[in-house]
């Protein structure tokens, strides 16, 4: 069976969404989203083979490989896009709960005998034990 890293799987789909959100570009402009042209290499092969992307080479004044989605690689990429969205949702949200619920640490009632922070629904202080208005 043969193994696959997943790193090279991350690469894939950080790939797959660049060139969803820029169209055809080229395989250079991809060196900005990956640290090394070997890695970049390998993994825009596993892709073409995938047929998620194909790539061709002009000569554009000097030679150069564009690639693209394949049809069936903008339906991945889409997925993968509304994958990514819906985490950024979640984790949004949970920022906002956050937010919310930060407040409701901080209220609360002092006791104007010891200063101590007690909750606000707290009758007595829950260090001195003096009555709390
Ligand atoms: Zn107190």
Redesign the pocket.
């Known amino acids: 069976m043969e193994m696959v890293d997943p790193l090279d799987i991350r690469h894939g789909n950080k790939i797959l969404l660049f060139l969803l959100e820029r169209g055809e570009i080229k395989k250079t402009d991809l060196l900005e989203i990956m640290s090394s042209s070997d890695s970049l290499s390998r993994s825009l092969l596993d892709l073409i083979n995938a047929g998620l992307i194909e790539s061709k080479t002009e000569i554009l004044g000097r030679k150069v490989i564009l690639t693209k989605l394949t049809p069936l690689g903008k339906k991945v990429a889409d997925q993968l896009k509304k994958a990514d969205d819906i985490l950024a949702g979640y984790n949004n949200r949970k920022d906002q709960e956050m937010a919310s619920i930060q407040p409701l640490y901080n209220r609360g009632k002092q006791?104007?005998?010891?200063?101590?922070q007690?909750p606000e629904r707290a009758k007595?202080?829950?260090?001195?034990?003096?009555r709390?208005e």
Do not use: A, I
């Open positions: 006791c104007y005998l010891c200063r101590s007690n007595f202080c829950m260090n001195c034990g003096e709390l």
